[in-house]
């Protein structure tokens, strides 16, 4: 029998298709996007640097609304767990410990594994300033796990808010972000803290996952759905248009404004559409994948989730950092400033996803259950993770 009629037969009947591929499709994104939208330059000493072909082509900013689906993944991410929650006979917290550890364990695995290669490759004769480009990359996903640990410790909360609200649970979510937005862009934007964006990343990124546990709940229908994705596209439109934010979805090196870092009230717009449209196309989508061949790549996918998030970034050193003995190399050393690197760069992602695969084979033992692993092993993989994750953000 071979692996796609292996995976067609062992899943359940009452299996909810379409979501899974929402959060195949998600997860896929975050490495398309940060392999595309980022590139490195190199310097008179060979080391590497970050940059972006978004400085160079404004054109690329519509690329990074379709790659921008944290709203999707939140909002998936919002709709399994009030099912998980809801079926579980335990306690919250134990509920809550379990998924909080499923996520944990991964982050933890690459940080420390990091932790051991940082000196290694320096003694190899890779440069300080290379190492430290690449920490930077490699922590930089890994704000989302923080950021989705809060909000899914925050689920019984949501949980109640739905039942009493429906789908304008989150609209003071909603509210909040577009506040803090008219106080640090508004006409008093002088005198206000740098520090107060800060307020937006809890309810920006709750906004979607609240949308999500209230689609579970069945509070979420075709007319609030449509609801959902005309008012988005209607308030993004008028945000670029007529208030100025950001074309940008991801933070543009130079830009004083960033609309992802904390979230924006753009992004918040382009949740709730992409939501919307989520939740009109599950049955569509459902239907398709009721064929094996489709399904298959969505199962493998899922199962590997923190693996693809938590190293796709060291997928590409792996591929940039030996390029940079080498001197430029189109599209992986160069700067990301020309038609030529987009190409180059387009012709590389194959590898990327190769490598990629390569280190998700060992790396995806991460994902299950420390068994064999003693308490001796955990203190020294969380002291190795602390170190890296000092040296990252130091």
Known sequence: MTLTARIEARTPAHRDRAVDGLRALALLAVPTGHWLLGGFTLDGDGAIHNASPLSTFGFFAPVSWVLQMLGIFFLVGGYASVLSYTRHTGSTRAWLGTRLARLGRPVLGVTAVWAVLVPVLYALGVPGDTLRTGATLVVQPLWFVGVYLVVTALTPYCVRAAGRLGAWAAAPLLGSVAVVDF???????????????VLNILPGWLFAYQLGVSWGLRRIGRRQAWALLLGGAALFAALLLA??????????????????????????????????????????????????ALWAPVVVINLSAMTILCWHQTAMLAAAVPASFLGPVAGLTTAPDTLGWIVARLAWLPLFAGLLLLIGRYARGFETPWTHATAAHRSAAGLLAAGFAVYALG
Do not use: C, K
């Open 183 to 197: 106080l640090r862009y508004g006409p008093f934007a002088e005198a206000v803290p740098s520090w107060l964006s």
């Open 243 to 292: 208030f100025h934010y950001p074309a940008s979805m991801v933070g543009v090196p130079g830009e004083t404004r960033t609309n992802s870092h904390p979230p924006s009230l753009l992004v918040l717009a382009l949740a709730a559409a992409q939501s919307g449209a989520a939740i009109l196309l599950r049955d569509r989508l459902g239907r398709l994948l009721r064929r094996p």
